[in-house]
């Protein structure tokens, strides 16, 4: 069996896989080690895509050395699996935007934009060629919260507090939430706007990340339409990028 990690920021997401069928998966924040993983039992392959510190990588490594497994971790490089990477130097790319390309570009077979919300809002384009045509790197929801908390003094709310969509919000707790969603749907917005303009073919829309499903529900109908939510589209390129 197979064990597939994507650690981002703050949570691992993980799945197992065995005999060509998907058996479990789950999710948990990793900041106070690796306890949430399944059993290590019958895991014969350990891959990894990790944007965390060393420090969080090297917990993961002491975790599992008890069972003598050696992890694979995904490297990002200037080309595979048909994706030609855009940044001079790729390693400077990170590993999960490069694994989540290769899996949409590998998914649609043609032109797509990879949106992913989590920590950071991504965006990628591919071309129909697989050449990488760049993308954005935003603040995400909750990036966008404790920067507000931390840089002022009249903006305080509670953190965690969450409100339906973009409505106008009539406390501050409301106002926050709603304004930084409508960012991220404003951002997502442009991003299409802009891969339109640079890719002449029709293309696809793959969302994946952490807020994927809070950002989805407040884009316009006729723009969610156009997207498909791919929730472990980085856990999908691990198989290509680590075959």
Request: proline share 3%; glycine share 12%.
């Amino acid at each position: 069996m197979i064990l597939e990690c994507d650690i981002g920021n703050t949570r691992c997401k993980w799945r197992v896989l065995g005999e060509g069928a998907e058996e479990t998966r789950g999710a948990f924040d990793c900041v106070d080690g690796f306890g949430g993983l399944p059993s290590l039992d019958g895991i014969r392959r350990v891959k990894v895509s990790s944007v965390a510190g060393s420090a969080v990588n090297e917990e993961l490594i002491r975790t599992l050395a008890s069972m003598k497994l050696e992890i694979e971790f995904a490297r990002t490089s200037p080309l595979k699996a048909g994706v030609e990477n855009a940044y001079a130097d790729a390693s400077k790319l990170g590993v999960d935007r490069w694994v989540a390309m290769i899996a949409g570009y590998n998914r649609c077979r043609g032109p797509v934009l990879v949106l992913d919300a989590g920590s950071a809002l991504t965006v990628d384009l591919v071309a129909a060629n697989g050449k990488h045509l760049g993308g954005y790197i935003t603040p995400g929801i909750q990036l966008m919260k404790s920067s507000l908390l931390a840089e002022t003094d009249g903006v305080q709310f509670d953190l965690h507090h969450h409100s339906s969509g973009t409505a106008f919000g009539a406390d501050t707790a409301n106002a926050v939430h709603a304004g930084v969603v409508a960012a991220q749907v404003g951002a997502i917005i442009v991003a299409i706007e802009e891969a339109g303009r640079q890719v002449s073919a029709d293309f696809a829309i793959l969302l994946t990340g952490g807020d994927a499903n809070v950002v989805y529900t407040n884009l316009p109908a006729s723009i969610s339409a156009r997207v498909t939510l791919v929730p472990e589209l980085v856990l999908d390129g691990l198989q290509l990028a680590l075959p």
